[in-house]
């Protein structure tokens, strides 16, 4: 009911061709094995491209616990991501506005749907966090209300 929506944010909405089949295999070994940690350090380590630093300093804050907590969920849309036949041009009549949210510092492999999708969605931005890459909203949360807000302040 894209009527009922007003404006849209992503943050770099993810594409199956952001996940090697290496990646995808070992991810799917971690979850085999209920090892909820090492699937997210992979994950941020070989999905989201994180630096070691970041990995580590994200590992050590209040915020590891939630991830991994909720790595199980994760597990099954990575599932869904790589079955999904991904088709820019079928959202092309969405005329809700869509605001795409991009960490300055995220890996241009990132980018492949949000790229895609903004040259088939007829009303598009691009916003970027400065300093930040896939995990924004963790590494500069006062950056990421700041732009959300904005787009809804429009």
């Known amino acids: 009911m894209p009527q009922r929506v007003r404006k849209l944010i992503l943050y770099e909405p993810p594409a199956a061709a952001s996940l090697s089949i290496e990646t995808a295999r ?6 085999r094995r209920s090892d909820w940690d090492a699937f997210v350090s992979r994950f941020f ?7 070691s630093e970041e990995l580590k300093s994200i590992r050590s804050s209040p915020i590891w ?9 994760t597990a099954s849309d990575i599932k869904a991501l790589q079955s999904y036949d991904f ?4 959202f092309s009549s969405l005329s809700v506005p869509v605001t795409f949210l991009c960490g300055s510092k995220s890996p241009l492999i990132q980018f492949v749907a949000t790229d895609a999708l903004m040259e088939a969605l007829p009303v598009s931005e691009r916003l970027e966090l400065e300093g930040q890459g896939h995990d ?19």
């Open 26 to 31: 070992a991810l799917d070994d971690d979850a």
């Open 45 to 51: 380590r070989e999905v989201a491209l994180l630096p």
């Open 65 to 73: 616990r939630m991830l991994v907590e909720g790595a199980k969920p």
């Open 87 to 90: 088709d820019p041009n079928e």
């Open 136 to 154: 924004g909203m963790y590494g500069d949360p006062a950056q990421f209300i700041e732009k959300v807000t904005g787009v809804f302040a429009e």
